[in-house]
């Protein structure tokens, strides 16, 4: 009796980790919901290893539960997801509120032509330090 209610209790987790995975980007719901007949398989799995007896009851009275808090993580985790905003990337700016670009990047020279981010006209390094941002001019 006593594995049946351990059983249950950790049944009645698995919204929490399917909205703190959802939360920490680990998955999304999308992918949730295109595969949600591996998750009946798998909660079908998860019932019949965790009730402590071979009848049918057990297993019902596992499995059903188990689905609908599946269901209900899910409208819960869509609802958050939802709500959070997009990820804001942070441009690097000089002390003149010019925005700076990663070393990789191609910019354009003053004089029109293509220049690599150190500044050679043909994109080679020459003497001096490469800082790991230079500046972009229009």
């Known amino acids: 009796m006593a594995w049946f209610l351990v059983a249950f209790g950790a049944v009645f987790e698995m919204p929490v980790v399917v909205i703190a995975a959802v939360r920490m980007g680990v998955v999304k719901t999308s992918f949730l919901r295109k595969h949600w007949r591996y998750a009946i398989v798998i909660n079908a799995i998860i019932a019949m290893v965790a009730t ?15 689905e609908i808090l599946y269901e209900i993580s899910l409208l819960v985790a869509r609802v958050i997801e939802r709500r959070r905003p997009a990820v804001q990337t942070e441009t690097a700016h000089d002390d003149e509120g010019r925005p700076l670009l990663p070393p990789d990047v191609c910019c354009r020279a003053p004089g029109g032509q293509t220049a690599s981010a150190n500044g050679a006209p043909d994109g080679r390094q ?11 001019t229009p």
Request: aromatic share 16%; no cysteine.
């Open 52 to 66: 402590p007896s071979q009848d049918a009851f057990s297993f019902i009275a596992m499995f059903i539960p188990l």
């Open 126 to 136: 020459h003497g001096g330090a490469v800082s790991r941002y230079t500046r972009m």
